[in-house]
């Protein structure tokens, strides 16, 4: 959220010291023109007030006249004369400075000769290499007898207006150094609670119930969110913990009533006929209802269970569990084969254990006659997977997106014995240390699960 946030800030705050800098840029390089024009206007009035009373070529004034035009060319550089109309010069520094016939000299001396100052250049940038040209009319007795005209180089302005702008710039750097220092404060104290909630809300996902926001820091209204979470997960964990023991408790409390039960029904069984199958489907269902209750109470227990995680070898814990359930598989006429080479990785090895006894148990179930069950333990990057690929009926697509879930079984596999618990109660085993489960198609036929623990110790 940072790295969305503070590109958009910094946009924001570039746009507005550029809407600041863009005029203050380009009123220093006016004041600095209008400066260079007003000396300029101001040197040509003089000349003017010179020139006026010069008559003829003999005239001593036409030689101070020439003298100042000369010394003013030689000190700052700028070419100056005074013209009649006609383009005659009465006095020019350099010495043998005509008027062009075109160009802005001409322009300026044109709008002289109409008894008014011409008007003030365009606004010369520092990429610009031009000449700044200021000319005003010399009047006498009411009418313009000649021009003075100052044609000044634009390169010290131009370098004026430069530094002017180097040091707006300076400025704005500066500025928005500090506003992006700004910003990364601002975001980090806003957006520091919304990671820390992030990484609550990811623990309790994850299994990590008792994980709570530290409300510290942050606007009001983030902290009053933090307490508002951190009380939530308390009455859901609350709520979650009185469901389990609400389930443990039943189960448990049902099985004492549900023994009772099935001992009369094998007395009763005793007073009938041998054979009589309306009460060997009651003991059928009674001894069901007893493992749907052992099933519900291991449910309970393992949610709520930590795991108690170690450095194990899941490849010599998997053969202990083939070899356990050859016999199962012999007797059924399954083949039951395992390729488990030595791989560590960390896991409870109770827990792992009773969720590969219900995985292999499933696999041999529903899978017929000569057929064959391959249990395989591989590393695979960071995960140690043990895969169980049977060759039974399988699922259809549907199927396997709900199996694993509490009490469900396929349409087709009702009359196979089982209370749609055992997948349950190994995925909250597996969960509890970090684990996972996942099913997929075998092909040609029949049903892959793989059981997955992490090889670096999780964080759980």
């Not at 942050?218 to 508002?228: H, Q, V």
């Not at 189960?251 to 009938?272: D, K, M, V």
């Not at 879930?405 to 969960?431: E, M, P, T, V, Y």
Request: glycine residues 8%; aromatic residues 6%.
């Amino acid at each position: 959220m940072r790295t969305r946030l503070l590109p958009l800030l910094i946009v924001l705050m570039a746009a507005v010291l550029m809407a600041l800098g863009v005029p203050l840029a380009i009123g220093v390089a006016s004041a600095q023109q209008q400066k260079v024009v007003v000396d300029r206007i101001d040197d040509t009035a003089h000349f003017a007030a010179l020139a006026q009373f010069v008559t003829d070529a003999s005239d001593e004034r036409l030689e101070t006249l020439e003298s100042e035009l000369a010394s003013y060319y030689k000190v700052y550089g700028i070419r100056v004369g005074v013209f009649y109309d006609g383009d005659v010069p009465m006095a020019t520094a350099p010495r043998g400075w005509f008027l062009p016939r075109e160009g802005e000299v001409r322009d300026a001396f044109g709008e002289a000769l109409l008894s008014r100052r011409s008007q003030d250049p365009k606004q010369v940038w520092p990429w610009q290499r031009g000449r700044l040209v200021v000319a005003s009319p010399v009047i006498r007795d009411g009418d313009v007898v000649a021009v003075v005209v100052t044609d000044s180089p634009t390169g010290p302005m131009r370098s004026r207006i430069l530094h002017g702008w180097l040091v707006i710039f300076a400025g704005e750097l500066a500025a928005m150094l500090l506003a992006v220092g700004a910003a990364l404060r601002l975001t980090g104290w806003v957006l520091r609670p919304v990671r820390v909630l992030d990484a609550t809300t990811h623990d309790i996902a994850t299994g990590r119930l008792k994980s709570r926001v530290a409300v510290a820091g942050g606007p009001p209204e983030l902290r009053r969110l933090a307490r508002s979470f951190n009380e939530m997960a308390d009455n859901v964990e609350d709520v979650l913990e009185q469901q389990r023991a609400f389930v443990a408790d039943a189960s448990h409390q049902l099985r004492n009533p549900l023994a009772a039960l099935l001992l009369r029904i094998e007395l009763l069984a005793f007073e009938l006929p041998e054979g009589n199958t309306e009460i060997a489907s009651v003991q059928t269902e009674g001894k069901r209802l007893a493992q749907v209750l052992d099933d519900l109470l291991d449910l309970a227990l393992a949610e709520h269970t930590e795991a108690d995680l170690r450095i194990t070898d899941i490849g010599e814990l998997t053969a202990e569990r083939v070899a356990a359930w050859t016999p199962t598989a012999t007797a059924k006429g399954v083949r039951l084969v395992g390729s488990c080479p030595p791989t560590t990785a960390w896991a409870d090895p109770v827990t792992l254990s009773s969720a590969l006894d219900a995985v292999i148990d499933n696999a041999i179930k529903f899978t017929p006659k000569d057929e064959t069950v391959e249990v395989t333990v591989a590393a695979d990057g960071d995960t140690s997977t043990v895969v169980v690929a049977d060759r039974g009926p399988g699922l259809t697509e549907e199927e396997l997106a709900r199996v694993g879930d509490r009490f469900w079984r396929s349409g087709r596999h009702q009359n196979i014995k089982g209370s749609g618990l055992g997948l349950s109660i190994s995925r909250a085993l597996l969960a509890a240390g970090g684990g996972a489960i996942s099913y997929g198609h075998h092909e040609p036929h029949g049903l892959v699960v793989t059981v997955s623990v992490p090889r670096s110790r999780p964080t759980v």
